[in-house]
């Protein structure tokens, strides 16, 4: 399995930015279809983005869309995500994960096909 480690959290204000960022190491990462997904506090972890193994395809939460931008970067072994327009719901520990290759990207955004994880980052907006 790949072992993915995030990092890029902060706190920051709304309408502000931040950009996390995902390392993986141990695997093929190519290989891998990619996503990101939070939880907040009292409440269940949610899909944030996905991005395909090539990158050319992506897949964004209704909440997310037009402010978020999942992307990859094959060579480096990284999964990025810009966040803009960042609103007080946004706070949550944002985690990435590595979609199993047993899943079609019709899963995208179903959390138990993903099987590798990392640690998470914490993301706070405040007004």
């Known amino acids: 399995q790949v072992q993915l480690v995030e990092s890029g959290g902060g706190l920051v204000q709304t309408g502000g930015s931040l950009r996390l960022s995902c390392a993986a190491s141990g695997g093929t990462f190519s290989s891998r279809a990619m996503g990101w997904f939070r939880q907040a506090p009292g409440k269940e972890r949610e899909f944030v983005a996905a991005i395909s193994r090539s990158g050319g395809n992506t897949y964004y939460a209704d909440s997310v869309k037009g402010r978020f931008t999942i992307s990859r970067d094959n060579a480096k072994n990284a999964v990025d995500l810009q966040m803009n327009n960042l609103k007080s719901e946004d706070t949550a520990v944002y985690y990435c994960?590595?979609?199993?290759?047993?899943?079609?990207?019709?899963?995208?955004?179903?959390?138990?096909?993903?099987?590798?994880w990392g640690q998470g980052t914490q993301v706070t907006v405040s007004s």
């Open positions: 994960a590595a979609r199993s290759t047993y899943y079609s990207s019709v899963y995208y955004n179903h959390i138990n096909a993903y099987d590798s």
